[in-house]
């Protein structure tokens, strides 16, 4: 084998100049140095892929995935957020000169350019040395990109209300609601519905009714005197309809 002293490599690389085929050794020439594929080397292996298992299993049980509700598309409220890693990309948009009329900047010319430039490195970038301070424009570039990233990254998280966001995206209790019964009839008559929601499970202007764990009369009685945020005087229907609509509401339970 050619090795050590007198071997020429390309500029300082650890690739030797003259192209030879790579033929490994026998495994008779390492005594003592070699295992056995089947089934020493392979029980290794398991034993350690059965540690990340457990260690993987042990932290989805402990962070469950941070998952939302049901997407749905007619739902104008909530606001979609890409994933943490296209967070750069996705605050580029926000910017005068990359939106709007100019999206094709934002979204092509800018990612494109920085992406290209990636894949073009090794044809650009074809010196021998191998130092990062000897290699100031690959360096620069790298520097550049990453502090771009970062900041990107940084100023989109930091224009995100977090609390807001979660509370989008909160999994409702929902119930099985008989449209057609008379208790949903007289809170939809009572704009109640303007509040709570058509599925009764709340939005951004007023709490979910589903398993409020209220009395009729409880109900009843929120309902024509308000509670905290809520106004008096919603429920301008008789006596009779209102334990109708009390008994209706306290009958509701997630499914
Ligand atoms: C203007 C919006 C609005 C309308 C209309 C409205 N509510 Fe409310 N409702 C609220 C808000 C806000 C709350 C939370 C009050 C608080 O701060 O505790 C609430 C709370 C309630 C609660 C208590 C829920 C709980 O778990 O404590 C009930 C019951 C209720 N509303 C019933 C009704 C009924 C019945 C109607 C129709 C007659 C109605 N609401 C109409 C805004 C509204």
């Not at 050590?4 to 030797?16: A, H, L, T, Y």
């Not at 073009?120 to 301070?133: N, V």
């Not at 599925?199 to 409880?218: N, Q």
Request: aromatic share 12%; charged share 20%; net charge negative.
């Amino acid at each position: 084998m050619h090795r050590g002293k007198g071997m020429k490599f390309v500029g300082d690389s650890r690739i030797p100049a003259e192209r030879k085929p790579n033929i490994p050794k026998d495994y008779s020439e390492y005594p003592g140095k070699t295992e056995a594929f089947w089934p020493n080397f392979l029980l290794k292996e398991w034993m350690v892929g059965s540690v990340f298992l457990v260690g993987y299993l042990c932290l989805t049980i402990a962070h469950p995935s941070p998952l939302e509700r049901v997407a749905d598309p007619t739902d104008t409220g909530y606001l979609p957020l890409p994933d943490w890693y296209f967070l750069f990309l996705y605050q580029l948009l926000k910017y005068t000169y990359a939106s709007g009329p100019y999206n094709v900047i934002g979204g092509f010319i800018i990612p494109g350019l920085a992406f290209g430039g990636l894949m073009l490195a090794p044809f650009i970038d074809r010196g021998p040395k191998r130092r990062p301070t000897q290699r100031p424009f690959a360096t620069g570039f790298m520097l550049l990109s990453f502090a771009s990233v970062v900041y990107l990254t940084w100023e989109s998280v930091d224009a995100v209300d977090w609390e807001a966001k979660e509370a989008m995206g909160a999994i409702v209790e929902e119930a099985e609601i008989d449209t057609n019964s008379d208790g949903f009839k007289i809170y939809q008559e009572n704009g109640c519905i303007n509040c709570h929601g058509d599925t009764l499970s709340g939005g951004a202007a007023a709490p979910s009714l589903i398993g409020t764990g209220l009395t009729p009369e409880e109900i009843a009685n929120i309902a024509k005197n308000g509670q905290g945020g809520m106004p008096a005087g919603m429920y301008k229907g008789n006596d009779e309809d209102l334990v109708k609509l009390s008994e209706f509401i306290s009958t509701l339970e997630a499914k």
